[in-house]
């Protein structure tokens, strides 16, 4: 499974590539982590617990990062075994360059899966790999930036509801 995309970050490209290095930010960026440990010239050992399809597993894997060329690009790569569940690795080609409103972050990320896993189909995989490289780049342009806040200043949003009239989370 492969995929790319470009995102706008409103922080410089050095403040972008320090927090790719940080582990207390990428613990608080990849979902579904409950430990991030390490360094970038040793590795990481990160335990990530996610939900697939219809199998839930604790991953305990090791991330290492190369080709590093500070506030232009770095290469992330990982594996992690979830026990019955199987293993997943892939890896990340990073780019970042500056831009008018900040940082262009740019992506290339490659995913494979084995075990139980692989049984689910590819489009599940595909879809879960695409969210879960989605939601660590908005954790991260987040983290960065800020919470986004979509109302103009002044206005209050109403509050969202469900078909069951439940608030949306």
């Given at each position: 499974m492969q995929m790319s995309d470009t995102r706008q970050i409103a922080a410089t490209p050095a403040q972008v590539y320090a927090a790719l290095l940080d582990p207390e930010m990428l613990k608080a960026c990849v979902p579904g982590a409950t430990e991030v440990e390490g360094s970038p010239e040793e590795g990481f050992?990160?335990?990530?617990?996610?939900?697939?399809?219809?199998?839930?597993?604790?991953?305990?894997?090791?991330?290492?990062?190369?080709d590093m060329v500070p506030d232009t690009s770095l290469k992330i790569d990982g594996a992690g075994k979830g026990g019955a569940a199987g293993f997943a690795k892939g890896g990340a080609d990073v780019r970042l360059a500056p831009s008018e409103g900040g940082c262009e972050l740019s992506y290339d990320v490659e995913a494979k899966v084995g075990g139980k896993l692989a049984q689910l189909g590819s489009r599940i995989i595909d879809g879960f790999a695409k969210k879960m490289a989605d939601q660590f780049f908005n954790n991260l342009q987040e983290a960065l930036e800020g919470p986004k806040d979509d109302a103009p200043e002044g206005e209050e949003v109403a509050e969202k509801k469900g078909w069951f009239g439940f608030k949306k989370s």
């Open positions: 050992t990160a335990t990530v617990v996610q939900k697939v399809g219809p199998v839930k597993a604790t991953f305990k894997g090791e991330v290492t990062i190369s």
